[in-house]
């Protein structure tokens, strides 16, 4: 999984006429195996997510607190989503 050329970490930019800088939105990205964090421009499609990542959906379950979210949700500005990759086993 290569993410770092698309992820970026907090951007910022300044406000019409203030000069002062303001976080952009963000969906915080948590990829397992190896561990790290992501932060991504939102909002976004889970689709769109895996795909700036160049994950293969097929090989990942995507997850917001509990719930698994398929390849059509949306996900919003402050969002935390979990990426796992599917493993599967066979009777011994």
Same mark, same amino acid.
């Given at each position: 999984?290569?993410?770092?050329?698309?992820? /970026?970490?907090?951007?910022?930019?300044? $406000?019409?006429?203030? %000069? /002062?800088?303001?976080?952009?939105?963000?969906?915080?990205?948590? &990829? $397992? #195996?190896? $561990? @790290?964090?992501?932060?991504?421009? %939102?909002?976004?499609?889970?689709?769109?997510?895996?795909?700036?990542?160049?994950? #293969?959906?097929?090989?990942?379950?995507?997850?917001q607190g509990?719930?698994?979210?398929? @390849?059509?949700? @949306? &996900?919003?500005?402050?969002?935390?989503?979990?990426i796992r990759?599917?493993?599967?086993?066979?009777?011994?």
């Amino acid at each position: 999984m290569s993410g770092s050329r698309s992820a /970026r970490s907090r951007e910022t930019r300044s $406000r019409p006429g203030e %000069g /002062r800088p303001v976080p952009l939105p963000v969906v915080k990205v948590v &990829l $397992r #195996n190896p $561990r @790290r964090e992501l932060d991504m421009p %939102g909002p976004l499609t889970v689709s769109a997510l895996l795909q700036r990542l160049e994950v #293969n959906p097929e090989s990942v379950l995507v997850i917001q607190g509990d719930t698994l979210v398929t @390849r059509d949700g @949306r &996900l919003d500005d402050a969002d935390v989503v979990e990426i796992r990759p599917v493993t599967s086993g066979g009777a011994a």
